[in-house]
């Protein structure tokens, strides 16, 4: 079993730029493919990046190309999300989890909390 922490969620302007965290504990964290997901509300939860367990390959979300960085530090047992040039439609909770498939919206493990992104326009 894997545990999953997300942190760094906050409230910005459009335009403007947060990083997320995800804090695993449990299994080798090293041996996973990692993911960020988020839901909006009324929403499914769906998939936004990915990263392979080296780090060497990432997927992204069509919407979020070019603006959000996926990354890991295996040391460290983290994952992060750099989200720049924020829209008002990235609004939601973000998630962290092992993805089932790439592109998928479902995860391996019990979700966490979740970390609150809220862009203003």
């Known amino acids: 079993q894997v545990q999953l922490v997300e942190s760094g969620g906050g409230s910005v302007q459009a335009g403007g730029s947060l990083r997320l965290s995800c804090a695993a504990s449990?299994?080798?964290?090293?041996?996973?493919?990692m993911g960020w997901f988020r839901q909006a509300p009324g929403k499914e939860r769906e998939f936004v990046a990915a990263i392979s367990w080296i780090g060497g390959t990432t997927y992204y979300e069509d919407s979020v190309k070019g603006r959000f960085t996926i990354s890991r530090d295996n040391a460290k047992n983290t994952m992060y999300l750099q989200m720049n040039s924020l829209k008002p439609e990235d609004t939601a909770v973000y998630y962290c989890?092992?993805?089932?498939?790439?592109?998928?919206?479902?995860?391996?493990?019990?979700w966490g909390q979740g970390t609150q992104v809220t862009v203003s326009s």
């Open positions: 449990g299994r080798t964290f090293s041996t996973y493919a």
């Open positions: 989890n092992v993805p089932t498939a790439v592109y998928s919206g479902s995860g391996l493990y019990d």
